[in-house]
């Protein structure tokens, strides 16, 4: 599918533009069907866009937000993607959005992602804002390189919903929404930040196995228009 890309100054000045394009986004959905959905990801670039949207006036008790993808830890670890959410984006005026967790203190990770797929199945299909991120390494969400179940996750035949993943960069067990479950939102975003994450962007475009770079997977295949958001 075709990607736009969005470039900026600065983290500041992406991290408004993006709160402006996301919050427009679930306001209309609200709008047409009375609740709008979002599914975000973790990591270290996406604090000043969380801050932002959670100050953007928005019906947010009609906003349901849950998480591209999460460790197995609970949300008191400070690896926690529902931590970071909590601290960063459920706050001010978004402090009255619903928040779906995809950890869940199961037994066993598997157990815990047939909760989550569960928990996640009525808002999901298709999210109306997707905010994907990107390590060096080439991965979003938790589509690793040599992850366990890697090819399952991007096989477009496997059906939406959450799944576990294992991988050598991952640390711990990971909890990830599958393409099938991403690659269609309303508005679909790649979040990254830095000459670094440019250059593997570059990388990326290039011609190239999909289970080396995953990310890939989301620029040639999904079914919606991937909005690139970049800044120095
Ligand atoms: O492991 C993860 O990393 C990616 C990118 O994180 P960043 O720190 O380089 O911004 C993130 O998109 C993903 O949700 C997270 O679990």
Same mark, same amino acid.
Do not use: C
């Given at each position: 599918?075709?990607?736009?890309?969005?470039?900026?100054?600065?983290?500041?000045?992406?991290?408004e533009?993006?709160a402006?394009?996301?919050?427009?986004?679930?306001?209309?959905?609200i709008a047409?069907?009375?609740?709008?959905?979002?599914?975000?990801?973790?990591?270290?670039?996406?604090?000043?866009?969380?801050?932002s949207?959670?100050r953007?006036?928005?019906?947010?008790?009609?906003?349901?937000?849950?998480?591209?993808?999460?460790?197995?830890?609970?949300?008191e670890?400070?690896?926690?993607n529902?931590?970071?959410?909590?601290?960063?984006?459920?706050?001010?005026?978004?402090?009255?959005?619903?928040?779906?967790?995809?950890?869940?203190?199961?037994?066993?990770a598997?157990?815990?992602?047939?909760?989550?797929?569960?928990?996640?199945?009525? *808002?999901?299909?298709?999210?109306?804002?997707?905010?994907?991120?990107?390590?060096?390494?080439g991965?979003?969400?938790?589509?690793?390189?040599g992850?366990?179940?890697?090819?399952?996750?991007?096989?477009?035949?496997?059906?939406?919903?959450?799944i576990?993943?294992?991988?050598e960069?991952a640390?711990?067990? =990971?909890?990830? *929404?599958?393409?099938?479950?991403?690659?269609?939102?309303?508005?679909?975003?790649?979040?990254?930040?830095?000459?670094?994450? =440019?250059?593997?962007?570059?990388?990326?475009?290039?011609?190239?196995?999909?289970?080396?770079?995953?990310?890939?997977?989301?620029l040639?295949?999904?079914?919606s228009?991937?909005q690139?958001?970049?800044?120095?």
């Open positions: 599918m075709s990607a736009t890309m969005h470039i900026f100054e600065n983290g500041a000045a992406l991290a533009a993006l402006d394009a996301v919050g427009a986004r679930l306001a209309a959905a047409a069907r009375g609740m709008a959905s979002l599914a975000v990801s973790g990591g270290s670039t996406p604090k000043a866009f969380f801050q949207l959670s953007r006036e928005l019906d947010w008790a009609k906003v349901t937000v849950t998480l591209v993808d999460e460790r197995f830890v609970p949300p670890s400070e690896r926690s529902h931590g970071l959410v909590a601290a960063n984006l459920l706050q001010n005026k978004a402090a009255a959005a619903g928040f779906v967790p995809l950890y869940h203190a199961a037994e066993t598997e157990a815990a992602a047939v909760i989550a797929s569960e928990a996640t199945a009525d *808002f999901s299909a298709p999210f109306d804002v997707v905010v994907l991120g990107m390590g060096t390494d991965h979003t969400a938790s589509f690793f390189p992850g366990t179940r890697l090819e399952e996750a991007l096989d477009p035949a496997t059906p939406p919903g959450v576990t993943m294992e991988a960069g640390g711990e067990t =990971r909890l990830t *929404f599958t393409f099938s479950s991403l690659q269609d939102a309303g508005y679909l975003v790649l979040h990254i930040e830095g000459n670094g994450k =440019r250059e593997v962007l570059a990388r990326a475009e290039a011609p190239g196995n999909e289970l080396e770079m995953p990310i890939r997977a989301m040639r295949r999904a079914a228009p991937l690139i958001y970049w800044a120095p």
